[in-house]
């Protein structure tokens, strides 16, 4: 009975801790939502996507480049 005792009391402790973090997650979403009141800085692409790096030129550095 005892350990049926510590099993609820760790499943209620658990349960607090997930609530909590869940508050939190849904506290900072909603912060984050919108942006208007935030001060937000705006993306420099209007798509909000960085733009394309090429890849350096070099030998590749890949398990078929040094043939070992």
Not at 37 to 50: I, K, L, N, W
Request: no cysteine; net charge negative; proline share 6%.
């Amino acid at each position: 009975m005892e350990a049926l005792d510590l099993t609820a009391e760790r499943l209620r402790h658990l349960q607090d801790v997930f609530t909590t973090a869940a508050d939190r997650a849904r506290a900072t979403m909603d912060r984050y939502a919108d942006g208007k009141d935030t001060g937000a800085a705006h993306p420099v692409r209007e798509d909000d996507q960085q733009a394309h790096r090429p890849q350096e030129p070099g030998p590749h550095r890949g398990r078929e480049a040094g043939g070992h």
